[in-house]
Every structure is written in C-alpha cells, then in structure tokens.
C-alpha cells in the first residue's frame, strides 16, 4: 500500500536514477538517434512550417507500449533509452560522465495514480492521457549537472518538451 512515505523513497529514488547521476547505465537499451535497434523506431520526413521552411522531424515509436513522439531535428543526437515500461529522452553531453535527463515517460496503472495524487504531491510528474487502465505520465529532472554552452543548449532544448508532449499519440 503506498503512503507518503512511499512516493518520498520512489522521488529520491528516480532523481538519483534519473536526475543527475554519473552513474553508468545498466542492462538497458540505448539507442544514440536516429540509430534503430529491436526497442524503438525512429524515421524522418519533412514537415512544413507555417513559416514556409521545412525541420525534420524524427518519429521516435516506442514498441512496448505502441507510442509516439515527433522530436525536432535538434534532437537528433538525444540519446533514447528504454527500460521496461519507462522511456528516458538524455542530453548528449561532451562529458560522458554526465547522463543529464531531458525528460522521460513512465506508465503505470490508474489506481497506482490515484493513490499517488490522494497522498499528496507526485513531484514533476504530468499526466499525457490514459488509455486501458493505464496513465501515461512525463517528468522532467529537478536538477542539472551542465555547464556554459551545453547549460545553454540544454535550456533551449528543455523549450521544445511541451511541444513534443503534444505531438504524444499511439500508433
């Protein structure tokens, strides 16, 4: 049964795990975009702007649980990584030492949610929808280890998250 007490040690734990670690990553899959491999599929077309110019824009399709995402050609070297029902979106930092989270998608059930939001506050976490008992959630790091012109970098990218979240569908 969670309490308050739960979502605290589940909020230290994802920032230590998600947040700004310098911890290696474990079994789980990364992919450097646009790379392919057996977790996501990513593929490239052009879309007009209002303003008459053309981005690419990426489609990032995550294979366990049949979403998408459009990510603008500024993302192009955002590293991906899934693992299990979580989907984490990193800055591609110089330093390899640093693993600076954009952002990342996780799905749990509706009652976990609910029991989440009834104990208090759920952190960063935001609702994208719901679907078959399930409620897809984005957070965003409450920190960051980034320094001069990635720092710069990465708050202009961190100005992109809203739109991508809107572009969130299911295939």
Not at 55 to 83: C, F, G, K
Request: charged residues 25%.
């Amino acid at each position: 049964m969670f309490n308050w007490k739960s979502i605290a040690i589940f909020g230290i734990v994802s920032l230590g795990l998600f947040g700004c670690s310098t911890a290696q990553e474990n079994a789980t899959t990364e992919a450097k975009a646009p790379e392919i491999n057996q977790n996501e599929q990513i593929s490239a077309d052009e879309n007009k702007e209002q303003n008459g110019t053309s981005q690419e824009i990426r489609t990032y399709v995550n294979q366990t649980d049949a979403w998408m995402l459009e990510l603008p050609s500024t993302w192009n070297d955002v590293h991906i990584v899934e693992s299990g029902r979580m989907t984490e979106f990193i800055f591609p930092s110089q330093n390899p030492d640093y693993k600076q989270s954009l952002f990342w998608i996780n799905t749990i059930s509706e009652e976990e949610w609910e029991k989440a939001q009834a104990e208090g506050p759920t952190g960063s976490a935001k609702e994208i929808t719901r679907k078959n008992g399930d409620v897809y959630l984005y957070y965003t790091p409450l920190d960051q280890v980034l320094e001069d012109n990635e720092l710069k970098r990465y708050e202009e990218m961190v100005k992109d998250i809203p739109k991508i979240i809107e572009s969130f569908k299911f295939e």
